[in-house]
């Protein structure tokens, strides 16, 4: 049984990918500094899948104590790493904080990589790293743009470490570029739990609908897009959660060509923010509150995923709709406020 590290496994799509590695016979040891999860999710990981889960709560931004872990688990075969600050508003008042939290914790793993002898890597990026693309959908091998914002930017210097890094590194790596995550886990013991007001799409839904918000606010509807509001590829999180494994037994079975190599994780779709909230009201029979406001600065217009590589290569697909995505993250949301979950 593979001994894999999840990095940021307390977090949102952490947690989901811990669920689906435990299904499919991989060991899990999780580390994360719970600066902004709660380890409590890994009880809600426990019940959905009866088995347990090593928790290191640590800073990877420490470097002795990373390598801790490594040193007590001799037999770790690959690493995922979701840990990382990922608000985008945040990373613009607070760039140092960004640059320092997300790329050192990546250069400590990698060092780490290397000297514990770990054969697999895979990272967590972005769609971000596309910036406004000049056409969609967008391929790996699209152009990347300047970034948006500075968490845009992390992102895209830990890809740049990553292949440089990659190619005098023992270890094989995979980028996987997540288009929109969303929903929550089917048995709703697990779902997004955004810290404050939250700043995505389906958790501002789901809050308005159930009354912690007064009204959402669409970010402007003077896109030329077709109803002219933004198009996105909102993604499964549980979709996203297993193209990680596929990822580790593509590295496993020796399956990649280079020593770094790049996914797009979109379903191929893109719906506008409008058939989203449609969505939402079809699937819960909730009307929502909410109304057209300013366009959101930073806000790329339109953007959607290729995702040919992953079908073909990972032998991933989607399996989750839009209207599941809107249905499981709603249960979610009806659990939270009826005080059922771990976090409660
Ligand atoms: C954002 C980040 C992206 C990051 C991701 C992580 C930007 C430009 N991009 O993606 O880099 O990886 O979050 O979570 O910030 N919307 C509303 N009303 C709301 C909330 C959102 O209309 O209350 C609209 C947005 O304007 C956008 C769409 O919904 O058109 C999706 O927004 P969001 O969920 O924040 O995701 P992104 O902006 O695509």
């Known amino acids: ?9 307390c977090g949102y799509i952490g947690s989901h990918t811990i669920v689906d590695l435990l299904e499919h016979g991989y060991e899990v040891i999780c580390i994360d500094n719970n600066s ?21 709560k640590i800073d990877l931004c420490n470097y002795e104590d990373t390598c801790a872990v490594f040193e007590e688990h001799t037999d770790i075969s690959g690493v995922i790493h979701f840990a990382a600050y990922k608000a985008v508003g945040e990373s613009v008042e607070q760039p140092l904080l960004y640059f320092e939290n997300n790329l050192i914790s990546l250069i400590n793993l990698l060092k780490c990589v290397d000297e514990f002898g770990v054969s697999h890597f895979v990272f967590s990026s972005s769609c971000t790293v596309y910036g406004n693309p000049d056409s969609i959908p967008v ?5 990347i743009k300047k970034a948006e914002s500075p968490y845009g930017s992390t992102k895209q210097i830990s890809e740049q470490i990553i292949e440089d890094y990659a190619k005098n590194s023992a270890a094989e790596h995979i980028l996987l570029r ?45 896109y030329p897009t077709r109803d002219g509001s933004c198009i996105r590829d909102y993604i499964h999180v549980c979709d996203l959660a297993h193209a990680h494994t596929l990822a580790l037994r593509y590295l496993e079975q020796e399956k990649n060509e280079k020593s770094c190599e790049i996914f797009n994780l979109g379903t191929g ?15 819960s029979g909730v009307a929502l509150n909410y ?18 590589r992953a079908q073909k290569v990972l032998g991933w697909q989607a399996k989750y709709s839009l209207e599941d995505i809107m249905s499981t993250a709603w ?10 979950t771990v976090f409660n």
């Open 139 to 143: 391929t790996e091998d699209t152009p």
């Open 1 to 9: 049984m593979a001994k894999i590290i999840v990095t940021g496994g």
């Open 291 to 308: 109304a057209i406001g300013p366009r959101r600065s930073g806000d790329v217009i339109a953007i959607y995923a290729n995702n040919d």
């Open 36 to 56: 902004r999860s709660h380890a409590t999710v890994l009880n809600a990981v426990e019940k959905i899948t009866g088995k347990t889960v090593k928790h290191y």
């Open 269 to 283: 779709n893109g719906n506008t923010v409008l058939e989203a909230i449609h969505a939402f009201e079809k699937t």
């Open 178 to 222: 997540y288009f929109n995550p969303a929903g929550a886990h089917p048995s709703a013991l697990m779902g997004e739990l955004p810290l404050g007001k939250p700043q995505n799409l389906v958790p501002a839904i789901t809050q308005t609908a159930i009354g912690k918000l007064e009204k959402l606010w669409v970010h402007g509807n003077d």
């Open 331 to 340: 249960k979610w949301e009806q659990e939270l406020k009826a005080g059922q």
